[in-house]
């Protein structure tokens, strides 16, 4: 079991921040994990502009290609999967999540957005739900040249606090069922491993449902199985430890259709996979993980 996370009061949104489960050591990994990975970023937005001008051949950020080793409804189905992954975004140079099969999904996502949500001019407005500032999306969004406008790329997660800017991105404190935001405001909303946490499906699907402009674009990743583990007893984070399964997913993709949110893709081939290439070693589980993309009728 976990230790429950602590409670400190934010005075900027009244709301509670959930301190980052994990003790004191962890934090300071993530931390570092954090600031690397956004100087990283900075550094090659501003490196690039002049490797271009070498060698002709270097695309901008705006004309890097598009992502297309992940379909964007689709099952991590083998290792095979995640290492193509990994082999797409480093060809792309984007630079890589640790746990190695975390950058299948984020791809996935990451094409969704570029390719359903934003029109080719880099100007979509995304929210990354509940993840945090080390995530893969955000980053690789900033580095596909989306984020010149204020506020254009949002990150929200209930351990945040005070607004925390990277290179054009903004990390605040919020709830993925109450964000906020005005109706119809975001293109793309992406919310990777998050939902498994106790996160109340009906609640977010709403809300997801009611930011979102006409055409929008959700995209959702979660631990699954076709016959999931037995998790009973199991905790992280606060919460039971959940792996979906078949009839969780159905009914998932149910009650995003009833918000106005349609599945992009065929659900019946997503649901089966050969291996469970993930192995979450806290709790000695084998599974799998699930992209969905919804959009917004």
């Known amino acids: 079991m976990t230790e429950q996370p602590e409670v400190q009061p934010t005075p900027a949104t009244g709301g509670q921040v959930a301190a980052p489960p994990g003790g004191r050591l962890l934090a300071v990994a993530k931390r570092g994990a954090e600031l690397a990975l956004w100087a990283r970023v900075?550094?090659?937005r501003r490196v690039e502009p002049g490797v271009r001008r070498v060698v002709r051949s270097w695309p901008s950020?705006?004309?890097r290609p598009v992502p297309t080793s992940v379909?964007?409804?689709?099952?991590?189905s083998s290792p095979a999967d995640w290492q193509r992954a990994v082999a797409e975004a480093r060809t792309l140079r984007l630079p890589l999540h640790h746990d190695r099969p975390k950058n299948w999904d984020a791809l996935g996502a990451v094409a969704a957005v570029l390719s359903l949500a934003d029109d080719g001019s880099?100007?979509?407005r995304v929210m990354d739900a509940g993840r945090a500032r080390y995530s893969s999306v955000l980053p690789w969004l900033r580095l596909f040249g989306l984020g010149s406008a204020p506020e254009s790329l949002l990150g929200i997660n209930l351990e945040f606090g005070e607004p925390v800017h990277r290179d054009g991105v903004t990390f605040r404190y919020g709830d993925v069922t109450d964000t906020g935001l005005a109706a119809d405001s975001l293109d793309a909303i992406t919310c990777m491993s998050v939902i498994e946490h106790g996160v109340p499906i009906e609640g977010f699907l709403a809300e997801s449902a009611r930011v979102l402009r006409p055409g929008g674009v959700l995209c959702v990743s979660t631990d699954y199985d076709q016959a999931p583990p037995d998790t009973t007893g199991l905790e992280a984070y606060g919460t039971p430890v959940r792996i979906f399964g078949p009839d969780d997913i159905r009914e998932l993709v149910a009650t995003a259709d009833r918000h106005g949110l349609e599945l992009v893709g065929d659900l019946a081939a997503a649901l089966s996979h050969t291996e469970r290439?993930?192995?979450w070693k806290r709790v000695g589980l084998d599974y799998t993980f699930i992209l969905l993309t919804f959009r917004r009728r």
């Open 71 to 76: 379909a964007p409804t689709a099952v991590l």
């Open 61 to 63: 950020a705006a004309h």
């Open 277 to 279: 290439p993930v192995h």
């Open 122 to 124: 880099r100007a979509a």
């Open 42 to 44: 900075g550094l090659q």
